[in-house]
């Protein structure tokens, strides 16, 4: 049965999440089949618990190998309780995150290493990969800005790591970017949210197979 597997990727503050809401409302009068919208860390009761674990800001002693294994482990429970069903059933699945956070933020902003963090994913994921990534493409300085700007003082643990964190983070994201370019393509996140999400539209709609499409 035929599936597709898109992540959605982009440093704090890229709207994704902003994004992915308009993009179903307006591409699901296309599509065939089901679809699902999840996110990481999270998507399942235990992956969401983990996820409160590693954006409390209180556990500022967590440690880098820490913090990347806690990631793997939602992902796992992830995988297997909401995202690999949904495959199996033919669903289109859309994921706020995915592995290449890990590689991004673990890997490079950590310093742990793009290869070793991929390691512990390819375990979680069992090597399942998206069909598509949508980089959401903004400066660091400006999602940081904007997360300021709208919820001021309730900043994630992650959020509230100095600028150069970040910055070390979105130069991981262009590594990977260079890894993958034929599945990770960039959108430009720093127009107008309708300008944005139409090129996702079109862009999935371009990239999807022709049996998960109406006619």
Known sequence: MKSFFVS??????????TVIQQMVTQIAPFLKVPYLVTREPGGSKIAEQI?????????????????????????????????????LEGKI?????????????????????????????????KGIAPDLTIFLDVKPEIGLARIAKQRSGQ????????????????????TVIKQYPE??????????????????VKLIIKRLPK?????
């Open 8 to 17: 959605f990727e982009g440093p704090d503050g890229s709207g994704k999440s």
């Open 51 to 87: 996820r409160q674990l590693i954006l409390d800001p209180a556990n500022d002693a967590m440690s880098a190998e820490t913090e990347a294994l806690l990631y793997a482990a939602a992902r796992s429970q992830h995988m297997k309780e909401t995202v690999i069903p949904a495959l």
């Open 93 to 125: 699945v859309f994921s706020d995150r995915f592995v290449d956070s890990s590689l991004a933020y673990q890997g490079v902003g950590r310093d742990l290493g793009i290869k070793q963090v991929k390691q512990i994913n390819d375990f979680a994921t």
């Open 155 to 174: 900043e994630d643990r992650l959020e509230q790591e100095k600028l150069l964190f970040h910055q070390k983070v979105y130069a991981g994201y262009q």
């Open 183 to 200: 599945r990770i393509q960039v959108i430009d996140a720093n127009r107008l949210l309708t300008d944005v999400v139409d090129d996702c």
């Open 211 to 215: 049996e998960l499409l109406k006619d």
